[in-house]
Each structure stands twice: as C-alpha cells, then as structure tokens.
C-alpha cells in the first residue's frame, strides 16, 4: 500500500514565524513531490513541486527532498493569517499513468 | 486562460440514482486525473485519462466509471448510489500527465440522501 503520511495538525504559528510542515511517504519509486495548499471550502491549489534531493525555494516557500530518508517538507518563511490553510503533500512516480497519491494534510493556523 | 471547470458545483441525488459529472480541462492539456475527497479519507484518486485512454484506475468499486472525449473533456458516472458516495469530486487537469504538477477545479459537491 502506498502511502503519503502527514501529522494532521493543527499546527499553530505566531505571525512572522517560520512554518515547517513535514511528510513522509512510503513508495521508494516516488519522483515527484508536490504541496498542495486547500483553503476551506476550497481546491487543491499547487505550490510548488520539487524533483531532486535538497531545497528548492520560491518566494516565502522552501521546499526540503531527501530521497534516502523518504521525507519531503515545506517551510513557509515569515508566516501570515493568509497562509492558514490545509498543506497537503503528494508524490508520483515518473513513469506515464501512475497516480498523484496525497497525504490527508496538515491544518495551519497563523495567528496574528 | 480558463481553469478547469467542473459542472455541475453541487449536487443531491438519493440513494440508488445514478449522477454524471463533467470536467473540462485547461486548454492544451490532455491529462484528466478525478478525485473524491472527504474529511475522513482525504483525497483519494479514482482514474486517469490521457487522450481518451483510461491510464490508472484507483481502489474504487465498479459503479465508479469514466471516459475521455477527444476534445479532452471527461465525465465520471457513479451508478446506483450509495450514502456513503457523499463527497467532493474534484477533477485535475495537467499538460504532462501529472509531470509538472495538476491543476484542480471547483469541484463538484455530491450530497446523496
């Protein structure tokens, strides 16, 4: 069974802070690591997606890959009441016609 | 450039019923993934298609049926209905099979009573 772990939160920030929300997954042939952002009531929104091992950053976003540990994160950098939200992590297999598998998310919440 | 767009936003059918759900993907994409999502499981994957072809299909029972036109658009059908079919439908769309990432739409809220 192949699965994408998430601690569901909520996880609480003070305005400013930094976020790190944290995933796991458990198919070694996992290539392609997605963040998803969902407000309530809303879809799935993409944030950003990193495919080699290391840290990719976009704006206040750092996306965190180590393959070896099957571990993918995301920092969110000076945290805002508009980044409170659902996060959720989702992994892919490179080859044509394999799912997107998503982890069930984690809650944020900034307070300002 | 248009989004995805998922007719129709909300539904309520009751138990037993059949429901047809419509995507219509972003322009130049011919990837079409669907997905259900409820507070307990989350997102979980239902099917696949890239050009009209049914690529992966998700642990899901067989009254659970799509397909892909050759313009892209794609429905999902969900015959006799259950209570337990409540959910979001989300239809994604990508331009690489999923390679770069999918875009999703509204969704579509099924009530079923």
């Known amino acids: 069974q192949k699965e994408v772990e998430q601690n569901s939160g909520p996880l609480s920030v003070p305005e400013g802070a930094i976020a790190s929300l944290n995933c796991t997954y458990s198919?070694?042939?996992?290539?392609?690591f997605f963040w998803y952002r969902q407000y309530s009531g809303k879809s799935p929104e993409l944030i950003m997606f990193i495919y080699s091992n290391g840290d990719k950053e976009d704006g206040r976003f750092t996306a965190q890959l180590n393959k070896a540990s099957q571990y993918v994160s995301l920092l969110i950098r000076d945290s805002q009441p508009s980044d409170s939200a659902t996060y959720l992590c989702?992994?892919?297999?490179?080859?044509?016609?394999?799912?997107?598998?998503f982890g069930k998310g984690t809650t944020l919440s900034v307070s300002s | 450039k248009a989004g995805v767009t998922q007719t129709p936003r909300y539904l309520i059918k009751t138990r037993g019923q059949q429901v047809t759900l419509s995507c219509s993907p972003i322009s130049g994409h011919r990837s079409v993934s669907w997905y259900q999502q409820t507070p307990g499981q989350g997102l979980q994957f239902l099917f696949e298609y890239f050009s009209e072809t049914q690529r992966n299909k998700g642990n899901f029972p067989g009254r659970f049926s799509g397909r892909q036109f050759s313009n892209s658009r794609s429905e999902m059908n969900v015959s006799t209905l259950e209570l337990g079919d409540s959910a979001l439908y989300l239809c994604a769309s990508s331009f690489l099979e999923g390679v770069d990432g999918y875009t999703f739409g509204s969704g579509t809220r099924l009530t079923v009573v």
């Open positions: 989702a992994v892919k297999r490179i080859e044509a016609g394999t799912a997107l598998i």
């Open positions: 198919d070694r042939g996992s290539q392609s």
